[in-house]
């Protein structure tokens, strides 16, 4: 049930953009995108809802395609700071929610001077 | 407000023996996780709680059992521990499931099984 996350690794210069995909088997209430600094615990960026709602604070942004069970993250004009590991989250259901919180396999981000 | 705390920070066990991690977590949440982080694997879902005195299995629970019997904390037993246990724990917390809200984490817990 875990999403697969593409790709594994990218490597940006400053200003450079980025795209970070998910991708479910299972049908999606909602994605949420998290960032984890090395050796910090993961932070919440975003949550993406059925139905187009988003909700986040980050200069960040992300769509949901909820028939195709995928969602994308991403990074325009890439900072410093954004450099780390991305992770998405899903929570897949069937005929309810779990409550469960699943994640991809992360995402590595570095973004060089 | 100290959000999501995991007590120890660091442990190093022998093989066969056992241990507690507790989550506190003071924002009255009703959702509760703990995950395990190994290199390449991103965070696997162990056990989780929906509500005080309910739990469930994650994706990863074999070895682990799981408390809630008050709804600021969780936690996660390991009985007998073996070195496939060896692995960063994070507990993470949410105020209603994560059909609509965010998790969050706490600090991590690094544990060696040798």
């Known amino acids: 049930q875990q999403p697969v996350q593409s790709p594994q690794a990218v490597i940006l210069r400053e200003g450079e953009d980025a795209v970070i995909n998910c991708s479910s088997s299972?049908?999606?209430?909602?994605v949420h995108w998290y960032r984890q600094k090395h050796g910090e615990a993961p932070v919440f960026l975003m949550i993406l809802l059925k139905g187009g709602e988003q909700k986040g604070h980050e200069k960040i942004s992300a769509s949901f395609n909820e028939k195709k069970q995928q969602s994308s993250l991403y990074l325009t004009a890439s900072q410093l700071s954004y450099s780390g590991t991305y992770f998405c989250g899903t929570d897949p259901y069937g005929s309810s929610n779990t409550g469960k919180l699943i994640f991809g396999q992360g995402t590595t981000l570095q973004v060089k001077p | 407000n100290a959000g999501v705390t995991q007590t120890p920070k660091f442990r190093v066990l022998k093989t066969g023996q056992s241990m507690t991690l507790l989550c506190a977590q003071d924002?009255?949440?009703?959702?509760m996780y703990w995950y395990r982080q190994d290199p390449g694997m991103g965070l696997r879902l162990i056990h989780y709680?929906?509500?005080?005195?309910?739990?469930a299995k994650g994706e990863v629970p074999d070895g682990y059992n799981v408390s809630r019997l008050k709804k600021q904390n969780f936690l996660l037993g390991l009985e007998s521990a073996a070195p496939s246990q060896t692995s960063v724990y994070f507990c993470a917390s949410s105020y209603r499931g994560p059909e609509n809200t965010e998790a969050f984490f706490g600090q991590g817990t690094r544990l060696t099984v040798v």
């Open positions: 924002m009255n949440h009703e959702y």
């Open positions: 299972k049908a999606l209430y909602s």
């Open positions: 709680s929906v509500g005080e005195g309910t739990t």
